[in-house]
Nanobody
Framework: QVQLVESGGGLVQAGGSLRLSCAAS???????????MGWFRQAPGKQRELVAS???????NYADSVKGRFTISRDNAQNTVYLQMNSLKPEDTAVYYCGIRVAARDYWGQGTQVTVSS
């Protein structure tokens, strides 16, 4: 069983910063490693979208809307992925979900709310 625990969401004013963390745990990690890790978000009335992803080797991919403002990173030893969010905008308001891929299967966190006030 894989468990993902997210933290770091909250309320911030436009232009501010937040750092999200997502720690993965489970007995499976004694056998296999996490491949891709990523952050997704879903705003009310909209579909879930990819924000940023990172491979085990550290190759990153970002949505155009967050390039230059958000930075994804990971700690393979701790099975943790981070999302540093700077220069936040009201349109960044959403529930942010951590997602990981392990042995061709995807796992999701419970989501953390990020609200950016104008």
């Amino acid at each position: 069983q894989v468990q993902l625990v997210e933290s770091g969401g909250g309320l911030v004013q436009a232009g501010g910063s937040l750092r999200l963390s997502c720690a993965a745990s489970g007995s499976i990690f004694s056998i296999v490693s996490i491949n891709d890790m990523g952050w997704f978000r879903q705003a009310p009335g909209k579909q879930r979208e990819l924000v940023a992803s990172i491979t085990r080797r550290g190759n990153t991919n970002y949505a155009d809307s967050v390039k230059g403002r958000f930075t994804i990173s990971r700690d393979n030893a701790q099975n943790t992925v981070y999302l540093q969010m700077n220069s936040l905008k009201p349109e960044d308001t959403a529930v942010y979900y951590c997602g990981i891929r392990v042995a061709a299967r995807d796992y999701w966190g419970q989501g953390t709310q990020v609200t950016v006030s104008s």
